[in-house]
């Protein structure tokens, strides 16, 4: 430990959300709550639960000396890999929705394909700082850094956890497009990938169903594009100021996964245009600042690692927003902070936390180094 030091505004941007979230949680799940458990706080009081935990999984995050994960990213890495191995262990992980995602000790859960998400990009940073000028050559840029992602999403489908699986493939393009990796190798990974995940898509029946709701949700009304469909006039129903806080009508039964996957759907209905606009501005203070602390580290480890991190977060709310808004099919994904879920809010404020110490870090050290970090377009370089 060291220390305390945090990148102020991603704090109050941060906080807002988690704050945010709670409030959203109880509104899109009281009555749900009422009806099928008896008490309408139920998921009000675990989320509060959660956030108590996250929010002292932040300081914690805040309070490591990054090096050290630079130091131990394999073993990050390998002890994240073994949780998705053991989630698949009948007997071991448990089966919710018809997925085998969950480690459950007592009234603990922990949701396997989280801790790899901040694993994959501890390893990237360290590999990419490491490699510098070597990444620009296939066999060490490009091989090793998409088998390590590409063991951890076989193993995500297999739960099956597609939306993870996604992220992941996400992130890993990103980092490697910033780490210096050519184009055209990149481009090339991306179209051998392609038939891969068409067939993953088209060999599952629910996957498929969801591309066909996605394409033409309304012809599908009452069937596969039920959701999407629900979820549009949810949101439409909101106008400029919103229908109120707790006076939404969607979640009383219309709109699934109301306080989960499409809570912002809810938000917006009872926030409105206003509400939704500063969800998504809280989520660009994130962005902005965790790309500014990557331009500012000195280091290239830390610069990757702020730059990976960012994504991580950002990339996530913005599929979701995305899925909400019928731009992409459903992939259950929840929005970062906002949604609710124990291991999803516990290990997003870690992972804030880690973001918030690295770019108070690269803040406090004055000016940007005039030799930027090694590779070619990590922070702006010339391809």
């Known amino acids: 430990m060291s220390r305390l030091r945090v990148d102020v505004p991603m704090l109050f ?96 859960g922990l949701q396997a394909g989280e801790p790899i998400k901040l694993a994959l990009v501890v390893y990237l940073a360290m590999s990419l700082a490491k490699k510098g000028e070597r990444m620009k050559t296939f066999s060490v840029g490009v091989v090793p850094h998409f088998l390590v992602p590409g063991a951890a999403m076989v193993l995500l489908l297999c739960e099956p956890d597609f939306g993870t699986a996604v992220m992941l493939a996400s992130i890993t393009f990103l980092m490697l497009f910033v780490g210096g990796a050519r184009v055209g190798y990149l481009a090339g990974v991306f179209l051998l990938a392609l038939p891969v995940a068409l067939h993953v898509v088209a060999s599952s029946p629910y ?30 129903s909101g106008g400029l100021f919103g229908l109120g806080l707790g006076d939404g009508r969607q979640k009383l039964f219309f709109l699934p996964a109301a306080h989960t996957d499409f809570i912002f759907a809810v938000t917006a209905e009872e926030l409105g245009f206003v509400g939704s606009v500063s969800v998504i501005a809280a989520f660009c203070v994130v962005a902005v600042r965790g790309v500014r602390g990557a331009l500012r580290s000195e280091r290239p480890f830390l610069a990757y690692l702020a730059l990976g991190l960012t994504a991580l977060l950002v990339v996530q709310a913005l599929f979701n927003v995305a899925v909400v808004l019928g731009l992409v099919p459903t992939k259950g994904i929840t929005l970062p902070f906002v949604s609710y879920g124990g291991s999803s809010l516990v290990m997003s404020l870690f992972t804030a936390g880690v973001l918030l110490r690295v770019t108070a870090d690269a803040s406090g050290s004055g000016a940007p180094s005039s030799s930027p970090p090694r590779g070619a377009r990590e922070m702006g370089g010339a391809p």
């Open 13 to 108: 941007a941060l906080l807002f959300l988690t704050g945010l979230g709670l409030v959203m949680v109880y509104s899109s799940s009281a009555v749900l709550a009422s009806t099928t458990l008896g008490d309408g706080a139920y998921y009000l009081k675990r989320q509060v639960a959660f956030a108590i935990v996250g929010l002292g999984a932040l300081v914690l995050g805040a309070s490591i000396d990054p090096a050290r994960y630079e130091r131990h990213a394999y073993a990050i890495l390998v002890g994240a890999l073994v949780l998705l191995v053991v989630v698949l262990v009948p007997g071991i992980g448990h089966v919710a929705g018809g997925a085998r995602r969950w480690l459950v000790v007592g009234p603990i």
């Open 207 to 236: 996957r498929m169903k969801r591309v066909l709701g996605f394409l033409d949700p309304w012809t599908y009304r009452y069937d596969i594009g039920y959701q999407i469909t629900e979820s549009l006039m949810t949101i439409g």
